[in-house]
Each structure stands twice: as C-alpha cells, then as structure tokens.
C-alpha cells in the first residue's frame, strides 16, 4: 500500500534545513534508482498554438498575443522523421504534444499512426493531447502508447487563479482514464506562477495520492512569455526548486521526477543540485515548444562534468534494438518540446 501524505507531512519537508533535506532526497534516490542514470525524452509539438483554454502560463493558449503563430496537426511522416532524429541524438523517449482542449476523432487515426510508428523505432511513446474520453484512452493504448501526460499544475486550492477553462476534477478524470486504459502516467506541475509553498506541498500530495503515483513527474520553473498574464511574475528562487525536487523525490520514491521548463534560466550548478535533490528525467532538445531549452552538447558537456549517464532502454514491441549512445552529432532540428506540457 502507497504512502498517503498529508498537507502537514509534505509542509514538513519543505521546512527541513536545505542540506538535510537534500541528504535526505539522495538516500531515497539511491534506494530506488541508479544515482547516474537519467532518462532523456523529447518532446514535439505535433500541433501548435490557437488553444481555447486559458491556462495564464501558456503562450499556446489563443486568448493572448504573444506572436505565436498556430500551426495545423503535423503529418505523420513528419512526425516519424524528427522522431528518427530525437532517437540517433539519444533520446529514448518521444513525447508528442498538441495545443487542443481534447483531441477530435477525425484525429484519431493519425494520432495512433503516430503512436505505431515511433513505437517501432523501437522508442518510447508519450503523447499529451488535453482531456481524453474513455474510448480516446483506450485507442491510443491499443495503439502501443506508453505513456500520457496531463499536468495537475498547481493546488486545488490556487488552480483557478491560474486556469478557468478546465476543472481540477477534470483533470484527474482524465489521469484515471489514462491509467484505467493501462497507460503509464506523467504528471507533475509548475513552479513559479505565484503560488505559496503551501501550493506547492498541495500539489505534490495531489500527485502522491494518486491511487498509483505518476511513473514520471516533471516539475517545470516557470518560463515567463511576454503576453501571458504571468509574464511579469517574480523569478522563483533557485532553492526554491530544488527544494521542490527533493520533496518530489522523497514523497514519490519510485517515480521519474523530470527536470522540466525553465533549465535555459538555470546555472550548471542549480541543474547539478537538482540531480542531487533526485532529478532523474530531462527533457532533450533545443526547444520547449515555443520557448528555448538548452541544446543537446550543453547537455551532454554538463553530463560528464557530473558523471551522468543517459538511460538507454527498448520498447517490448518494435526492433527491440539498443538506444544509440548519445551521439557527438546531437539533434539541432526543430523539436519543439511541450512548455509545461499542461494543455
């Protein structure tokens, strides 16, 4: 039986002194992962901005002018060619994003081509397309997907300062669908959109005290986009985050906690403490979605300076081939990965 965390608990760990806390977020790494090892994904926009929700962050969102222009569902082939790319740059995870409320059927087909496809390549499959209906759910599953991500984003509490377009519930309805259909689940949220420490104890102890806790939870710093309502927001202190990362850790021992949006702001030294509060995840490429992430030699210079390997694993169906190595000639086309991933 999974821990179930109370508010007080989690409020707890965010009040530990820092280096206490931190030695305490490696042991439980340690306990449950490689220290060395990180699983590297990339993510696409496979359909670019115009979305109707409202989400105050999101420079996708068509309520704001921030000079995105929208870009239709890409074609399949295009997506199984960047897909390529991402896997010779060493990526083992493709994950595909698309600015909707929820997908339309007419997507559907093209959707579970996409999900086939990549699949084959022998890559992991993650997809974050909005609210799922149980068939959707189902489809995408039957389809090979392994996994869906659908951020909480934030506490119940401070949800609708930032979102009105999309219940809280509505959220965690789609999070049971998903794992219902027997998809892997990725959800985590953002730091940084104004929110109390209070906030974001509610948040993680929303996503600990899912029946069965997300198999990958990306915690993002808020990228500030000019144009969203939340462009002028304070910069979120640095151990601040990490402290985040670390109670992630603690309070999710088995998951993958991503190191998400915002890494183009930070030091070499606040990643380098994020992997020691239990970072295990990153997302890889030049882009998230519309915003700058850093490119794939940064990431692979910080890597060995750290010692850090990247994961290299095989989908169950497919060649079943190894992952390359991640490769000297890194992946500089453009794979737009999804900011905040919480359409």
Same mark, same amino acid.
């Given at each position: 039986m999974a821990t179930q965390w109370t508010l007080s608990q989690a409020n707890a760990l965010f009040e530990k002194p820092f280096? #206490?806390?931190?030695?305490?977020?490696?042991?439980?790494?340690?306990?449950?992962?490689?220290?060395?090892?990180?699983?590297?994904?990339?993510?696409?926009?496979?359909?670019?901005?115009?979305?109707?929700?409202?989400?105050?962050?999101?420079?996708?969102?068509?309520?704001?002018?921030?000079?995105?222009?929208? #870009?239709?569902?890409? #074609?399949?082939?295009?997506?199984?060619?960047?897909?390529?790319?991402?896997?010779?740059?060493?990526?083992?995870?493709?994950?595909?994003?698309?600015?909707?409320?929820?997908?339309?059927?007419?997507?559907?087909?093209?959707?579970?081509?996409?999900?086939?496809?990549?699949?084959?390549?022998?890559?992991?499959?993650?997809?974050?397309?909005?609210?799922?209906?149980?068939?959707?759910?189902?489809?995408?599953?039957?389809?090979?997907?392994?996994?869906?991500?659908?951020?909480?984003?934030?506490?119940?509490?401070?949800?609708?300062?930032?979102?009105?377009?999309?219940?809280?519930?509505?959220?965690?309805?789609?999070?049971?669908?998903?794992?219902?259909?027997?998809?892997?689940?990725?959800?985590?949220?953002?730091?940084?959109?104004?929110?109390?420490?209070?906030?974001?104890?509610?948040?993680?102890?929303?996503?600990?005290?899912?029946?069965t806790p997300p198999e990958s939870v990306p915690i993002n710093m808020l990228v500030k986009v000019k144009g969203t309502p939340l462009a002028d927001n304070e910069d979120v202190d640095p151990f601040d985050f990490i402290r985040t990362i670390a109670v992630a850790r603690i309070m999710m021992p088995g998951s993958h906690v991503r190191l998400s949006a915002g890494r183009e702001q930070m030091s070499e030294q606040t990643q380098a403490m994020c992997f020691m509060a239990g970072a295990n995840s990153i997302f890889y490429g030049c882009k998230l979605l519309t915003t700058p992430n850093p490119e794939e030699d940064k990431d692979m210079q910080l890597f060995r300076k750290l010692g850090l390997n990247p994961r290299h694993t095989t989908t169950e169906t497919g060649d079943n081939e190894q992952q390359q190595a991640l490769a000297g000639q890194l992946l500089t086309a453009d794979t737009e990965q999804f900011y905040n991933a919480a359409v």
């Amino acid at each position: 039986m999974a821990t179930q965390w109370t508010l007080s608990q989690a409020n707890a760990l965010f009040e530990k002194p820092f280096l #206490e806390l931190m030695f305490e977020a490696q042991q439980v790494h340690r306990q449950h992962f490689d220290p060395r090892q990180v699983q590297v994904s990339t993510l696409l926009s496979i359909k670019t901005g115009a979305c109707p929700e409202d989400c105050k962050y999101c420079p996708q969102s068509s309520r704001y002018k921030t000079g995105l222009s929208s #870009e239709r569902l890409m #074609e399949v082939e295009a997506v199984l060619t960047s897909a390529r790319k991402a896997k010779a740059a060493g990526s083992d995870r493709f994950c595909m994003g698309a600015a909707w409320k929820n997908p339309h059927e007419r997507d559907m087909p093209y959707l579970e081509q996409m999900v086939k496809g990549v699949r084959a390549m022998g890559l992991e499959t993650c997809m974050t397309l909005g609210t799922l209906s149980e068939d959707q759910a189902q489809r995408l599953a039957r389809a090979g997907l392994d996994y869906y991500n659908h951020n909480l984003d934030t506490s119940p509490e401070f949800y609708g300062s930032i979102i009105t377009t999309r219940s809280y519930q509505e959220r965690l309805d789609t999070l049971g669908k998903v794992r219902d259909a027997g998809i892997k689940v990725c959800s985590g949220g953002i730091v940084g959109l104004g929110e109390t420490v209070n906030d974001r104890a509610g948040l993680l102890v929303q996503l600990a005290n899912l029946p069965t806790p997300p198999e990958s939870v990306p915690i993002n710093m808020l990228v500030k986009v000019k144009g969203t309502p939340l462009a002028d927001n304070e910069d979120v202190d640095p151990f601040d985050f990490i402290r985040t990362i670390a109670v992630a850790r603690i309070m999710m021992p088995g998951s993958h906690v991503r190191l998400s949006a915002g890494r183009e702001q930070m030091s070499e030294q606040t990643q380098a403490m994020c992997f020691m509060a239990g970072a295990n995840s990153i997302f890889y490429g030049c882009k998230l979605l519309t915003t700058p992430n850093p490119e794939e030699d940064k990431d692979m210079q910080l890597f060995r300076k750290l010692g850090l390997n990247p994961r290299h694993t095989t989908t169950e169906t497919g060649d079943n081939e190894q992952q390359q190595a991640l490769a000297g000639q890194l992946l500089t086309a453009d794979t737009e990965q999804f900011y905040n991933a919480a359409v």
